[in-house]
Structure formats: structure tokens, C-alpha cells
């Protein structure tokens, strides 16, 4: 037998739940076999490897819907669980010990020889570079260091089926690759199969195989290279010098029928068709460019895109030079006792009048620190900030007027109804009578926002949550959006529709400020600043510093590539 | 069942973040201190001199006499006042708890054997010195009367037995001696369960159940790791509290060590295993320790026995007071200060207490889960 992990026909009902949150899948993995568990949040990913690891009952649980190595998790617990290996989402780290007692802990829990112990552990420690940190606490390292710590702790039995859930949420992309390698040199040396669920879909490129996961369902179980196959003939490039691109874009989306897709990318628009149809009814020029495997998912999960117009913000205060957002040597000190912790440093950019610019970077970076300065939720400690033409700490209630923001987390009241936190925000923002009902009439209408009007907010899915956000954001007409990590946790296709919207904002000479740490989001962005420990390391277009570091070892390097590229130079100078 | 070896390595895991979180040794040694200081010198139930005021409008032999010998006792401190005009300034600046007036024509009254009246005022604001002060001036005053008339002759209506108090098992009346004992048992329900109560909500909450739940710990040894570690905490906070009562407090000790120790023990467990039932059915900080403080905490300090008194409350309240361990601890503990060893008292309380930490032991470990849902 070949196969480590057999499912078949695997169902799970939550208790209470109407539907199964897993829905009759069936998958294979070979011995030695990386597969990525991809697929947006909610679709089941967690549950899964939950059931594989035996934490978790499937309904179905007599017809022995999961082997592994030919045991049922369920019937023989014991057994199952020397030759798994289970990373949760949290590393199941304690915070409060040290890097060594945390393996010592975990080695002591599953019974191996003391005496082996110390060798075992330098081994890990030294392949994960955590040597030198071994008598650290947990809770004093990095999110990437942690990260590895926890894949230490489940490789201490060297196990044969290794499950990783959601291993790159909240690392740097430095570190994402770090793990990466770990996790190949593992399956070399120990013949480990290894599932590692994640939702980026730009992971999916490493793996020999990719189960891809929606709403429950297993929908695609391959490699990354069929599923290109499948997409041939279907993506092309679009460009036409009398637009501009956002316009382009718009009209593309107007015209063309059959669109999967339609992105900015540089100076072109990337478009996906449903079938070679209707790419050759397309009223426009088409330059075939290769599949990617994002564009197959795109597909798989059955998009379609759409087009958006917004109503014009009624403000039109003039400005010199078209700036509307404009951060002048921003920075931030956090003092404790004895250490001064420097948040931001020096931040400077400007954002003109109808362009998105994007603030990039992993968790941490100072992005956030940057953006609250910005819409003046903290003081910044020196250097000041401008929203058309006014300093916003002094000026702080004419600005508010100016700025529309859309929280983390989408900042909703969860027992209000829909239509009851409309009301609530259009009061806040100071709209009365006609204008208001006017006002929320158009939100509903041109935000879908009718079928869950009188639902309460925290009964809504999460694709729906963040419109409903972006509409409170946008309900008193501001001429400047910022928007803090908008599309996290939101699956694929309504992230494509979330930017759609807000290309139809930016058509309209609305500056928008966004900050996320999905790398290709960037190419969304008119220009993007890199931010990375507290300070913009660069800040062009995406196209420019992409090929910044273009060479011939990586001819078209992807923004993770160039992000990569320009920590490691930024590391080397800070060494120096 | 057991892999003394995996216990062994969870209990020094959890010893670890004991002594790395400073709120846990917090909990497990500052707060009882904090606890018996207040228990020590801010609970007392002791009656002190209380200072009354005497108008004698009579002023006779007669009642010059009564207000000497009010005056003589060692709980009341008398002062003359001339009229009631000063007596209700005093009275109600506080500075005197009431007053008696002795009426002009007192001493008449008395000759013609009728039974002379006096007028006793008091402070209403404070019910039991106020009942103490009335009560107290009456019988002084009656017990004098009765003097004069056996002295003078005359027929005496009622007998003179005087009794002679003696009290028993504490004999000098100080309430610390049976409050800082008991209190022993607030405390350690604070530092059995409210600890406890956090800690299997922190694995979950945390999300180190998970990966504890994918190696080969059964929930029997996760269990009995996480008994043993908080045991030794509390036990050897149980210990500093005694050191305390006994060195600093003075408080004396005259029963047997061995059964001071088993019986904390025995309490130990059952107040260890409602802190990891709530926990286990909690999977929240938060709430967990809410319910520790209103299911644990509360009953014992109001359902023991140790500040209201049980027997005189409602047919219910003092059945529901029988399952609360406490109830059985303080009687244990407090006969074993006061008393020494009575065996009828500790036998029943060991076997009550044993019998509930084992049912909680029980509940706690079918509510174990070793699946997530």
C-alpha cells in the first residue's frame, strides 16, 4: 500500500447545525506526498484536519471514513496518534515557558527516551535555527520563531503524516519560507507526508498536489499544473491606450460577457474567460498571457465579476497638487520603563486625489501603528499628518467629516440588524431626515444589502459583513477611504468583488488608503509603500518593484519575491 | 492507566507557569494573608465598654445607688447628664449608645411596692448594641431593686438563683480564636478554586488542548497532573495561613496534627475539583472564574456556618448548607483549635468530604472531553 492517508465518503455535522459542515469528501495522499489544503475560511479546512487527527467525530464514523496507514483514528486512538503529527492554529505553544522546556514538555507527553532527548532536541533547535533562542520564553518570540518552535514540538516522534493548519497565518513571508524548506528536507529525509492548510493561494506553487476546499466541499484534488492545463486558452492581457485603466477596466466588465475574472496588472488588465467563446466574442484585443493556478480557483469557485459606479463625494475642497492624504515624518515611540519601543519611524508619503495606495507588510511591521496616526485614533509622537490640506490633529473634527474608516474585524454591532446599524452610523455622521433615508436608500441598493436587511449582523457571512462595512465607511460621502486588512479572512472570489468596488470609488477621485499582508493584493494598488520594522523600506508601483528585481535566475518575480528581496537588503544594511 | 512519567513531566510543566505567573502566587499567598488581617482584626464579635448616659431626676439614696452600681460593671461606662435637652446631643453625635432616666418619683414608687418605672433610650441605628444597652440597664437595675427589698424585709417576687457563668471551649470569648481557623476555609476555596478554575480554560482558551489532546496523555493522568500540582500550591499556602494563625495571631492549638492535616487535605480535594469542574465545563477564563467565585467562594463564606450562624436560618437554607463542604471543614477545624479532637465531628466530616471530592473527581472526569466539540 502506498497511500498513508485514505478518505472516503467523509461527512460532519456539527451538532445543531442544519448542514454538514463537511460534505461527503474523498481524497488520497501518497507516502512522502506535501499536499495544501487550500481554500478560503469557512470552507471546512480546520474541521478536516481535525478529523483527521481523531479531535473531532465524523458522523459517518462506522464505515471507517478516514485510514490512516490503514487504521481508523477513531478505533485506535492510541496508535494513530504516534504517527501524527498535528500543528494547530495557535502552535499549542505555552507562552510562558522557555523554547527548551516547551520541547521537553511535549517530549515528555509522548514518551521518549530521556536519554535520547538532548540530542533529538539539538538536532530540531539547530535545522530551525532556534539554538541560540533555546532558553528563551515563548511568548518573547517572533510570530515566524514560534511557529517553528511549535513544528518542533510535533516533529519531536518523527511522525508519518504531519497535518499543519494555517502555518503561514501571521509570519512573514521571510519566515514562510524558512518553514517551507524545513518541511521539504522533513519529507526527504523521513519519507513524511505532510498536509498544510492554508488560505493563500500563491502557496500552492510548492506542493506536489492541492485539495482545494469551498463551503465544505472538496472541489478540485490535483496537481497545480492540471489545473493550469484546464485553464488554457481562457487568460489573456487587455491593453487600450484611450482609457485609462480603471476606466479599462470598467468598460471590459460592461462589455464582455463570460468574465471570471478582470485585474489591474500594471499597465494591463488581466482578464479570465468561462470558454474560449466567449474570448473570442471579446470586443476587445487579446494577448494570451499563461494561466495561473489563482485563476483556476477563480473558476472552480464559479466568480463572476461585476461592475460598480458610485455616486461622486459631494465634498470638493481643492487642494495644491491634488494631495488629499499627506504623512510627514510620522513616528511612534511606545515607552516602558527601561525600553523604548519605536512603532513607526519616519513615515512619509502622499496619497493623490483618486489613487489607492497601499501600506504592505507582515504582521507587525508597523502598519497598523501607521494607519491609526493617520486617522488620528493615536498621537503620533513627532511629524504630522494632512488630510486635504488639514492637519488632522488640529483640525480634528472638520477632518473626521472628510475620512470615511473601516476597522479590522469590520467593527459591526453583531445584535443590531443590518438596517438598524445603517441608522445608527447615518446618525453618527450627523445625516437627518430626507437626506439620511435618501442616503441609506441608495447604501442598500447599490451595496445588495436588501435580502439581510432586517438580519442580525452577526448571522451574516463574512463576505457580507465587510461590504455592509465598506458601505457604513462610504455613508457620508468621504473624499478619503482608509481601510485596515479589508479582505482578511473573506474567500477569493468576494475579495475580487470588494476591489471591484473599490476601483468604482477610486474612479470617482476618492483617495483610498488600504494596508494588507496578502502579497498579491498589492497589484491593486496604484502605488504601495513596504513597510517592515516600523519603517517604509520602499514605496513605488507594484510593477516598478517588481522589476527591481528582476534577474535572470527569476525573470518575473512575483511581489513576494521583490518583498523578500528588499527585507533580506534592508536586514544586511541594519546589520552593518 | 498511568505513565508516571508523563504526570511527572505535566506537573513540573504547570509548576513552571505557576511560579512564572505572578497572579497565581499572588492568589496562593498575598491574598490569604490579605484575607486573615481582615478576617483578624476587621471581623470581631467581641462586646467592648459602651458608654451610656444617666439623668437622674430623682436623686435620692436609692438612685444614687443604681447609678453606682450601672457604673461598676466592666461593660458599661456611665456619665451623668443633667437634662435630656445635652442627653440627645450626645445621643445622636454618637458619643454616648443610650441613656436611662431615672423619674422623680422613683424612689416613692418603689416604697409603695409597686414596681417603679425607668425610661431607656437608645440607639436604634446600631440593633444589637442598642438591644445589649436595654437589656443590660434593665437587669442591673432590677437585680438592684431585688437586693433592697430582701435587704429591707420585704417579700421578694421572684427567686434569686444568680447563675455563674462559665464558658466553655473558648473560654476568653475572643471570636478571633474561632474566626481565623475558619477562615482557613474561605481561603482555601479561593486558592482551590478559583485557581484551579482558570487552568483547564487556559489550555483551551490558549489552544494547547489541542495539541496536548493529539499526544498520548490520557484525561485520566491530565487529571491527576493537574491535581497534584495545585494540591502542593494550596496545601503549602494552607500551611502559611496556619503559621500565621498560630505565630502572629497567637490563636491556640490543642487537637492533633494528623487530623488537621488530613482534613484540610480531604477539603483541599473537593475545593481543587469543583475549581477543575467549572473549568472544564467553562472553556473560558472569564466565566469560569466568575463561576468559581459564585459557586465556591460565596457558599462558603455565607453557608458555613463561620459568620451567620446556621441554625438559625430557614428549614432550607440549612439543608442546602449540609452538601456545602465548608460547612463540615469549619466545624473540623474549629473543634480541633478550641475543642481538640472530637471524633465523632472529624470521622463524619472526613467521610462527607471524601465522599464529595471523589462524586466531583467523577463528574469532572466524564466531562473531560477528548474530542473538540
Not at chain 1, 140 to 158: D, E, I, R, Y
Not at chain 2, 287 to 312: H, N, R, V
Request: hydrophobic share 40%; net charge positive.
Amino acid at each position: 500500500m502506498n497511500d498513508i492517508l485514505k478518505v472516503k465518503n467523509l461527512y460532519k455535522t456539527f451538532n445543531g447545525a442544519k448542514e454538514p459542515s463537511l460534505f461527503d469528501i474523498s481524497l488520497n495522499l501518497k507516502k512522502g506526498e506535501k499536499a495544501a489544503l487550500i481554500g478560503p475560511d469557512g470552507s471546512g479546512k480546520t474541521t478536516f484536519l481535525r478529523l483527521l487527527s481523531g479531535l473531532l467525530f465524523p458522523d459517518n464514523i462506522k464505515n471507517d471514513p478516514v485510514l490512516i496507514n490503514n487504521l481508523s483514528p477513531y478505533k485506535k486512538r492510541g496508535e494513530i496518534k504516534k504517527i501524527i503529527g498535528y500543528m494547530p492554529q495557535k502552535f499549542g505553544l505555552y507562552e510562558d515557558l522557555t523554547v527548551t522546556e516547551n520541547l521537553e514538555f511535549y517530549a515528555g507527553l509522548k514518551n521518549i527516551d530521556k536519554e535520547k532527548r538532548a540530542s533529538l532536541f539539538f538536532e530540531l533547535l539547530n535545522f530551525s535555527g532556534l539554538l541560540e533562542f533555546k532558553e528563551r520564553l515563548t511568548k518573547k518570540l517572533s510570530g515566524g520563531m514560534k511557529q517553528k518552535l511549535g513544528l518542533c514540538c510535533v516533529l519531536l516522534t518523527a511522525p508519518k503524516l504531519l497535518l499543519l493548519d494555517e502555518p503561514s497565518v501571521g509570519v512573514d513571508p521571510v519566515s514562510r519560507k524558512e518553514l517551507m524548506k524545513i518541511t521539504d528536507k522533513l519529507i526527504k529525509e523521513n519519507d513524511t507526508s505532510v498536509i498544510w492548510a492554508t488560505s493563500y493561494l500563491d502557496e500552492a506553487k510548492y506542493f506536489d498536489k492541492v485539495f482545494l476546499f469551498s463551503k465544505g466541499r472538496k472541489i478540485y484534488e490535483g496537481t497545480v499544473e492540471n489545473a493550469k492545463i484546464v485553464m488554457d486558452g481562457l487568460t489573456y492581457k487587455i491593453k487600450d491606450d484611450k482609457f485609462d485603466k480603471r476606466t479599462l477596466l470598467n468598460e471590459i466588465v460592461k462589455k464582455d460577457k463570460g468574465l471570471i475574472d478582470a485585474v489591474i496588472e500594471g499597465n494591463y488588465i488581466k482578464v479570465v474567460y468561462e470558454n474560449k467563446n466567449f474570448a473570442e466574442k471579446s470586443n476587445f484585443n487579446l494577448i494570451k498571457t499563461p494561466p495561473l493556478f489563482e485563476d483556476f480557483v477563480m473558476s472552480a469557485l464559479n466568480s463572476k465579476i461585476k461592475s460598480y459606479e458610485e455616486k461622486k463625494p459631494e465634498f470638493n475642497i481643492k487642494t495644491k497638487d491634488n494631495i488629499s492624504i499627506k504623512a510627514n515624518n510620522l513616528t511612534k515611540i511606545y515607552k516602558t520603563k527601561n525600553k523604548e519601543f519605536i512603532a513607526a519611524k519616519n513615515i512619509d508619503f502622499e496619497v493623490k486625489k483618486g489613487e489607492i495606495f497601499g501600506l504592505l507588510g507582515p504582521n507587525g511591521a508597523g502598519k497598523s501603528t501607521t494607519f491609526k496616526m493617520l486617522c488620528s485614533l493615536i498621537k503620533p509622537s513627532f511629524g504630522t499628518c494632512e488630510i486635504m490640506g488639514l492637519n488632522i490633529n488640529k483640525n480634528p473634527v472638520e477632518t473626521k467629516k472628510l475620512f470615511g474608516y473601516m476597522a479590522q474585524k469590520f467593527s459591526l454591532f453583531g445584535n443590531l440588524s443590518v438596517k438598524q446599524n445603517l441608522d445608527f452610523f447615518s446618525g453618527v455622521y450627523g445625516l437627518f431626515g430626507k437626506k439620511k433615508k435618501e442616503r441609506i436608500e441608495y447604501l442598500i441598493e447599490s451595496f445588495e444589502l436588501k435580502n439581510y436587511l432586517f438580519e442580525k449582523t452577526d448571522n451574516l457571512p463574512l463576505g457580507f459583513k465587510q461590504r455592509l462595512s465598506l458601505s457604513l465607511a462610504v455613508i457620508h460621502n468621504p473624499c478619503v477611504l482608509f481601510l485596515d486588512e479589508p479582505t482578511s479572512g473573506v474567500d477569493p472570489v468576494t475579495r475580487r468583488d470588494f476591489w471591484m468596488r473599490i476601483n468604482a470609488l477610486a474612479k470617482n477621485k476618492v483617495s483610498i488608503l488600504v494596508t494588507t499582508h496578502f502579497m498579491d493584493e498589492a497589484q491593486f494598488c496604484d502605488r504601495i509603500a513596504l513597510v517592515y520594522k516600523g519603517k517604509i523600506l520602499k514605496k513605488d508601483t507594484p510593477d516598478n518593484l517588481k522589476n527591481s528585481i528582476k534577474s535572470k535566475s527569476n525573470p518575473n518575480p512575483s511581489m513576494e519575491d521583490a518583498f523578500i528581496e528588499i527585507i533580506k537588503e534592508a536586514d544586511k544594511k541594519y546589520d552593518e | 492507566m498511568m505513565n508516571k512519567n508523563i504526570i511527572f513531566t505535566f506537573v513540573i510543566k504547570e509548576f513552571r507557569q505557576i511560579t512564572r505567573d505572578f497572579s497565581s502566587i499572588l492568589i496562593a499567598f498575598v491574598l490569604p494573608l490579605i484575607l486573615l488581617f481582615l478576617f483578624g482584626f476587621g471581623i470581631n464579635f467581641d462586646t467592648n465598654t459602651i458608654k451610656i448616659g444617666i439623668i437622674d431626676e430623682n436623686n435620692t439614696i436609692l438612685s444614687r445607688d443604681i447609678k453606682e452600681s450601672l457604673n461598676n460593671t466592666k461593660f458599661l461606662d456611665c456619665i451623668y447628664i443633667k437634662n435630656e435637652i445635652e442627653a440627645n446631643k450626645l445621643l445622636s453625635g454618637g458619643i454616648i449608645r443610650g441613656y436611662a432616666v431615672i423619674p422623680v418619683n422613683f424612689t416613692k414608687e418603689f416604697k409603695k411596692n409597686s414596681n417603679p418605672k425607668i425610661q431607656i433610650i437608645t440607639d436604634g441605628s446600631e440593633p444589637n448594641t442598642a438591644k445589649f444597652v436595654s437589656s443590660y440597664i434593665k437587669g442591673s437595675v432590677e437585680s438592684y431593686l431585688e437586693y433592697e427589698k430582701i435587704k429591707s424585709g420585704k417579700k421578694s417576687n421572684s427567686s434569686i438563683i444568680s447563675p455563674i457563668l462559665r464558658i466553655w471551649y473558648n473560654p476568653s470569648l475572643k471570636s478571633v480564636y474561632f474566626i481565623l481557623p475558619g477562615s482557613i476555609s474561605i481561603i482555601m476555596t479561593l486558592t482551590g478554586a478559583i485557581l484551579t478554575a482558570l487552568v483547564i480554560a487556559r489550555e483551551w482558551e490558549r489552544g494547547t488542548m489541542e495539541a496536548i489532546l493529539t499526544t498520548e496523555i490520557t484525561k485520566f493522568e491530565f487529571l491527576i497532573s493537574k491535581y497534584i500540582a495545585y494540591f502542593i500550591l494550596s496545601m503549602l499556602s494552607v500551611i502559611f495561613c496556619f503559621f500565621i494563625i498560630i505565630a502572629i495571631f497567637k490563636v491556640p492549638y490543642i487537637g492533633s496534627y494528623f487530623f488537621l492535616f488530613l482534613i484540610s487535605s480531604l477539603f483541599m480535594l473537593t475545593s481543587i475539583g469543583t475549581g477543575l469542574f467549572i473549568s472544564t465545563i467553562a472553556k473560558d477564563q472569564f466565566i469560569a472564574g466568575q463561576m468559581a467565585g459564585t459557586i465556591s467562594f460565596m457558599p462558603s463564606m455565607m453557608l458555613s456556618g463561620l459568620i451567620y450562624e446556621i441554625d438559625s436560618m430557614p428549614f432550607i437554607i440549612r439543608m442546602i448548607s449540609c452538601i456545602i463542604p465548608a460547612k463540615y471543614y469549619v466545624s473540623s477545624i474549629s473543634s480541633l483549635f478550641l475543642t481538640g479532637n472530637v471524633y465523632k465531628i472529624l470521622i463524619i466530616s472526613s467521610i462527607y468530604l471524601f465522599a464529595f471530592a471523589a462524586v466531583v473527581f467523577l463528574l469532572t472526569y466524564f466531562c473531560t472531553k477528548e474530542v473538540i466539540e
